[in-house]
């Protein structure tokens, strides 16, 4: 079992930095691929970003790219989401999962183990 807990959401101007916090504990999880959601509201929960165990793979939403940055500690059993650049429509509640699995996914069912979200929101 592994206990997901988020971190730094919060309020930011349009333009705006926040960098979002996963604290992992439980059973050995440095071994899981670990990734970012996001859910608005009356929307499905969708892929953010994605990094493998070693930390030298990453993917990224399109609608992200270039301006989140994923990142691992594997010693300190967190991962990390650097948000530059916000839009109003980065305006979500964003959840950490872990995966077991070697490689990266981009799928909401792949991941077994969940956050319970924090909220960020950007405002214009």
């Known amino acids: 079992q592994v206990q997901l807990v988020e971190s730094g959401g919060g309020l930011v101007q349009s333009g705006g930095s926040l960098r979002l916090s996963c604290a992992a504990s439980?059973?050995?999880?440095?071994?899981?691929?670990m990734g970012w959601f996001r859910q608005a509201p009356g929307k499905e929960r969708e892929f953010v970003a994605a990094?493998?165990?070693?930390?030298?793979?990453?993917a990224y939403a399109d609608s992200v790219k270039g301006r989140f940055t994923i990142s691992r500690d594997n010693a300190k059993n967190t991962v990390d989401l650097q948000m530059n650049s916000l839009k109003p429509e980065d305006t979500a509640v964003y959840y950490c999962a872990a995966a077991v699995r070697f490689t990266i996914t981009r799928v909401v069912g792949a991941y077994d183990y969940w956050g319970q979200g924090t909220q960020v929101t950007v405002s214009s």
């Open positions: 990094i493998i165990r070693s930390g030298t793979s990453t």
């Open positions: 439980g059973r050995t999880s440095s071994r899981y691929a």
